[in-house]
């Protein structure tokens, strides 16, 4: 069983930053795909960013070159620093793990996550 901790997220005009942390449980947290996705009022939840166990990242066109997704195998700790913030980046944030990550494959549905978080709001004021 893995548990997944987010944080930092709140409220922050267009243009400002935020930077977003999950905390992980497991001893074995570097083997780990980990994601973040987003979930706007009244639409599916998407991806966001994905990091895999050997450190490759993968961004969704909306936020590519904004935001960047990173990993401290040491702290089990994997974040979401966000630039540019937009209005339309407003949403609950969650934090994904799969544990049985395959060397260099990036998981970008939600279906192939198997531990999520709680959850944690941003909202982008404009």
């Known amino acids: 069983q893995v548990q997944l901790v987010e944080s930092g997220g709140g409220l922050v005009q267009a243009g400002g930053s935020l930077r977003l942390s999950c905390a992980a449980s497991?001893?074995?947290?570097?083997?780990?795909?980990m994601g973040w996705f987003r979930q706007a009022p009244g639409k599916q939840r998407e991806l966001v960013a994905v990091i895999t166990r050997g450190g490759s990242t993968y961004y969704a066109d909306s936020v590519k070159a904004r935001f960047t997704i990173s990993r401290d195998n040491a702290k089990n700790t994997v974040s979401l620093r966000m630039n540019s913030l937009k209005p339309e980046d407003t949403a609950v944030y969650y934090c994904?793990?799969?544990?049985?990550?395959?060397?260099?494959?990036?998981?970008?549905?939600?279906?192939?996550?198997?531990?999520w978080g709680q959850g944690t709001q941003v909202t982008v004021s404009s």
């Open positions: 497991g001893r074995t947290f570097s083997t780990y795909a």
């Open positions: 994904a793990a799969e544990p049985a990550n395959l060397s260099g494959t990036f998981y970008l549905r939600t279906d192939e996550y198997d531990y």
